[in-house]
């Protein structure tokens, strides 16, 4: 992978027909990537995806990210040889432990080993070596492989991960770790020395939220961030969050008011979990990330006040901004 790209990253809520829409027109404006969030009870991620791949001819597509718990390693492969056969060759495969599973009563043991033993697990069907596979987690008898031919004997794996063990465990078997929902340049060093590694790319991505009506754009980032400030906030070292904030942010979502918790959230407090407001001020928070050292950049949903306008923005003004020496 080219150092500093630029992603689009979909929530799995649209009609069909959108999804290859907004696909089309993010490769037309340059992205070099599109994924789709495999979330708790939203549309899986595969049938957005096979959308997309139908509309696309260059970018690389990709789940951010299916997990071992709720889906079986040989059901994770079945996925991706598809979106590669369907994508003639495009496909990356984006594993992690997931969240909120327990609301369905999965429970989620030993995160680094399922993971890892997922990838493994994979990489022998997608690569025709029916030599069986012995994990602590998983099994594969010796003889058992695809009954049919995939594109490709391997595809990019992309870890998602906050913590010390999970991103190490990115820069020992993986091309790419993705840090989700932040947008904190300051977390990129302690995150690359989690990675222990130059080889693998460190993917950011955040809600993302343009318009030319910089404050409109920054209060829907504000209503997008409350809803997990509480899951991602605890995880990052380098922010103290006001005394009390995360308390008035939980009362306000229990009681049916998201846009009353967004508007408490501070501007500094934002600008570490969102990407928003004017062309502008995206295009200068996406140049400290570069310089920061991120290697990808994913601009996640819901993009502007409507996804078609957000992408248009960012292909169109956001993009150009972003000079040669910033995104090669």
């Given at each position: 992978?080219?150092?500093?790209?630029?992603?689009?990253?979909?929530?799995?809520?649209?009609?069909?027909?959108?999804?290859?829409?907004?696909?089309?027109?993010?490769?037309?404006?340059?992205?070099?990537?599109?994924?789709?969030?495999?979330?708790?009870?939203?549309?899986?991620?595969?049938?957005?995806?096979?959308?997309?791949?139908?509309?696309?001819?260059?970018?690389?597509?990709?789940?951010?990210?299916?997990?071992?718990?709720?889906?079986?390693?040989?059901?994770?492969?079945?996925?991706?040889?598809?979106?590669?056969?369907?994508?003639?060759?495009?496909?990356?495969?984006?594993?992690?432990?997931?969240?909120?599973?327990?609301?369905?009563?999965?429970?989620?043991?030993?995160?680094?080993?399922?993971?890892?033993?997922?990838?493994?697990?994979?990489?022998?069907?997608?690569?025709?070596?029916?030599?069986?596979?012995?994990?602590?987690?998983?099994?594969?008898?010796?003889?058992?492989?695809?009954?049919?031919?995939?594109?490709?004997?391997?595809?990019?794996?992309?870890?998602?991960?906050?913590?010390?063990?999970?991103?190490?465990?990115?820069?020992?078997?993986?091309?790419?770790?993705?840090?989700?929902?932040?947008?904190?340049?300051?977390?990129?060093?302690?995150?690359?020395?989690?990675?222990?590694?130059?080889?693998?790319?460190?993917?950011?991505?955040?809600?993302?939220?343009?318009?030319?009506?910089?404050?409109?754009?920054?209060?829907?980032?504000?209503?997008?961030?409350?809803?997990?400030?509480?899951?991602?906030?605890?995880?990052?070292?380098?922010?103290?969050?006001?005394?009390?904030?995360?308390?008035?942010?939980?009362?306000?979502?229990?009681?049916?008011?998201?846009?009353?918790?967004?508007?408490i959230i501070p501007d500094?407090?934002?600008?570490?979990?969102?990407?928003?407001?004017?062309?502008?001020?995206?295009?200068?928070?996406?140049?400290?990330?570069?310089?920061?050292?991120?290697?990808?950049?994913?601009?996640?949903?819901?993009?502007g006040l409507s996804s078609?306008?957000?992408?248009?923005?960012?292909?169109?003004?956001?993009?150009?901004?972003?000079?040669?020496?910033?995104?090669?």
């Amino acid at each position: 992978m080219s150092l500093r790209q630029i992603g689009l990253a979909f929530q799995s809520d649209k009609a069909p027909g959108t999804y290859a829409r907004l696909a089309a027109a993010g490769e037309a404006y340059g992205v070099d990537m599109l994924g789709v969030y495999g979330d708790l009870m939203f549309q899986p991620p595969l049938g957005p995806l096979l959308e997309m791949a139908g509309a696309t001819s260059r970018v690389a597509l990709g789940p951010v990210c299916l997990n071992p718990y709720s889906l079986h390693p040989y059901e994770i492969a079945g996925q991706i040889a598809t979106l590669d056969l369907v994508s003639e060759g495009r496909a990356f495969l984006g594993l992690a432990r997931g969240a909120w599973l327990t609301d369905v009563g999965v429970d989620q043991p030993e995160p680094i080993k399922h993971v890892a033993e997922s990838a493994a697990y994979v990489a022998k069907l997608l690569a025709g070596d029916d030599s069986g596979f012995e994990g602590e987690v998983f099994r594969l008898k010796p003889g058992v492989q695809l009954h049919y031919r995939p594109e490709r004997e391997s595809v990019p794996l992309l870890i998602g991960g906050w913590g010390p063990k999970i991103l190490a465990l990115a820069g020992r078997i993986a091309a790419e770790a993705k840090v989700g929902g932040t947008a904190n340049p300051e977390l990129v060093p302690t995150m690359r020395a989690r990675l222990g590694t130059e080889e693998a790319a460190l993917v950011i991505g955040a809600v993302t939220v343009v318009d030319d009506d910089g404050a409109a754009a920054r209060a829907l980032a504000r209503t997008e961030v409350a809803g997990y400030l509480a899951v991602v906030a605890e995880f990052d070292p380098t922010t103290e969050l006001p005394p009390g904030l995360m308390t008035e942010v939980r009362l306000k979502l229990e009681a049916g008011d998201p846009q009353g918790a967004g508007r408490i959230i501070p501007d500094e407090v934002l600008d570490r979990f969102a990407i928003s407001g004017t062309p502008e001020q995206v295009a200068t928070h996406v140049a400290t990330l570069f310089e920061a050292g991120v290697d990808r950049v994913e601009l996640g949903t819901p993009h502007g006040l409507s996804s078609d306008r957000g992408i248009e923005l960012i292909g169109s003004k956001v993009l150009p901004m972003l000079s040669e020496t910033q995104r090669p």
